[in-house]
């Protein structure tokens, strides 16, 4: 059974960072492209980042030169590094494999406010 565990959200102040972790079980995630989605209250899920097994990256307009996403296949893991946060970052965040297509996990929420 896939599981998706995010954490590492929080509450931070406009400019501030936080780091996104996303740990997997039932899966091997060095087998997949992988992305980091967001969700905010009252839009759709979106995708912000994404990268491929050799490691390319892709970032939306949105957060591209602030967010930076890596994985770590010995820890079957994959991060999300996020600077300069605004407040229209504020969203559930979640990690899947790019095509989103496996259970999603909870989430972490990551507010950004002053």
């Known amino acids: 059974q896939v599981q998706f565990v995010e954490s590492g959200g929080g509450l931070v102040q406009p400019g501030g960072s936080l780091r996104l972790s996303c740990a997997a079980s039932?899966?091997?995630?060095?087998?997949?492209?992988m992305g980091w989605y967001r969700q905010a209250p009252g839009k759709q899920r979106e995708l912000v980042a994404d990268?491929?097994?050799?490691?390319?990256?892709n970032y939306a307009d949105s957060v591209k030169d602030r967010f930076t996403i890596s994985r770590d296949n010995a820890k079957n893991a994959v991060y999300l590094q996020m600077n300069s946060l605004k407040p229209e970052d504020t969203a559930v965040y979640y990690c899947?494999?790019?095509?989103?297509?496996?259970?999603w996990g909870q989430g972490t929420q990551v507010t950004v406010s002053s």
């Open positions: 899947n494999t790019k095509r989103g297509l496996l259970p």
């Open positions: 039932g899966i091997i995630l060095g087998y997949y492209a």
């Open positions: 990268i491929t097994i050799g490691g390319s990256t």
